[in-house]
């Protein structure tokens, strides 16, 4: 079976490599090459891992920084989910450790005053 693969994006280093610090230097280049993106958008992709992400800007990008697409995107092993018992600390043959729901408050009893 072959392992599950996760990426790491690295716009954001390769832009500052070229000279470009800041999200507003990328927005007119892409739109020279016709991707017309908002602010918002722009930054994103800078900054955020894109899930999904067109080729024509994928292009684009690498045109402008004059890189190739393995300097963008690096592949990497995905990590594997933590199952509850290991997120919690406790082995499997223990039995569930205690976790923050069984910290229950205890109900206030209310006693009448004396009089």
Same mark, same amino acid.
């Given at each position: $079976?072959?392992?599950?693969? +996760?990426? &790491?994006?690295?716009?954001?280093?390769? $832009? /500052?490599?070229? *000279? $470009?610090?800041?999200?507003? +230097?990328?927005? #007119?280049?892409? /739109?020279?090459?016709?991707? %017309?993106?908002?602010?918002?958008?722009?930054?994103?992709?800078?900054?955020?891992?894109?899930?999904?992400?067109?080729?024509?800007?994928? $292009? @684009?990008?690498? +045109?402008?920084? *004059?890189?190739?697409?393995? +300097?963008?995107?690096?592949?990497? @092993?995905?990590?594997?989910? &933590?199952?509850?018992? /290991? @997120?919690?600390? *406790?082995? /499997? %043959? @223990? *039995?569930?450790? #205690?976790? !923050?729901? %069984?910290? &229950?408050?205890?109900?206030?009893?209310? !006693? #009448? #005053?004396?009089?």
């Amino acid at each position: $079976m072959t392992g599950k693969l +996760d990426y &790491r994006w690295h716009l954001r280093e390769v $832009m /500052a490599t070229r *000279g $470009m610090f800041s999200t507003t +230097d990328l927005r #007119p280049l892409l /739109a020279e090459r016709g991707i %017309d993106l908002s602010p918002s958008q722009t930054y994103r992709l800078v900054v955020e891992r894109p899930e999904r992400l067109s080729l024509k800007t994928l $292009m @684009a990008l690498l +045109d402008i920084l *004059g890189c190739t697409i393995e +300097d963008l995107i690096e592949p990497v @092993a995905a990590r594997p989910a &933590r199952s509850k018992t /290991a @997120a919690s600390g *406790g082995s /499997a %043959d @223990a *039995g569930p450790a #205690p976790g !923050v729901g %069984d910290f &229950r408050p205890k109900r206030a009893r209310v !006693v #009448p #005053p004396e009089e």
